[in-house]
């Protein structure tokens, strides 16, 4: 299915949200996630059904001020 | 003692992660500054996790409590999913809310910043909000929830310190049980000693010690100007008066003639 993945347009297989991490090689407690715009906790992620046109952002710690 | 959301704190200063030369420079330049709790961000993750896992490990290190931001966030909406992404990440209910409102001068959107605080405090969020001094708007980020405001004195990134004093004092006089941190626009080491000796409470910062010539020295100086403002305000400091005052005893001086 075609996914936007932060701000990306893409084509994957996963359907679901932990499927989708581990395809792109995505690892690490500190990554989070939303689709359309709604978070989506790790614990939430393998039961997360991916839908196409889906925007999938995936974000880490990052230097703020 | 600063206590802001029931947690005590040993510094007054709040220093930002952003901008810095290495990564070895800013955690020199945190540990020389004294400072208790460092800002930090949410950025899209385009290296599979490695870039933020770094970043993260480096600041975990530091041993510091940890104040996410939302910078850059334009509509309450992002700034509600992003605060609540933080928590998920950061593992705290702090967040430093900011909702911008013009590109300019960065100047918060004000009426999506309360109600964002509002949303956020009634989901458990201990929000520091950027605001500006305007008094109207910190009555209602406190009926909002908040329990901590952080005024601008100047556009952020400007280095122009505290361009409007009025405002301070008034924000300063108008809330004297709320802790005040001065967030955005102090340039230099003698901005932050100024506004501390005015009464804030503390000070948060990041682009005049990163982006200075030695981030580490200029850590340091902003680390002692705020001790020293501290200090010089809870000391009681004497009023400016138009006369002269002879500072060496007038009794007992000779008279030659």
Known sequence: MRLTINGQDREVSADTLTSLLAELEYEGAWLVTAV???MVRATDRPACQLKDGDRIEIMSPRQGG | MLTLYGKDLASRLLLGTSQYPSPATMSEAIRQSGASVVTVSLRREMSGGRTGGDFWGLIQSLALDVLPNTAGCHSVKEAVTTAQMAREVFGTNWIKLEVIGEHDTLQPDVFGLVEAARILSEDGFAVFPYTTTDLVVAERLLEAGCRVLMPWCAPIGSAMGPVDLFALRAIRGHFPETPLIID???G???HAAQVMEMGFDAVLLNTAVAKA??????ARAFGKAVEAGREAFVSGMLEPRDMAAPSTPVIGQAVFT
């Open chain 2, 213 to 218: 010539g030695d981030p580490v020295g200029m």
């Open chain 1, 36 to 38: 359309n715009s709604e």
């Open chain 2, 184 to 186: 955005a626009g102090l």
């Open chain 2, 188 to 190: 230099r080491p003698s």
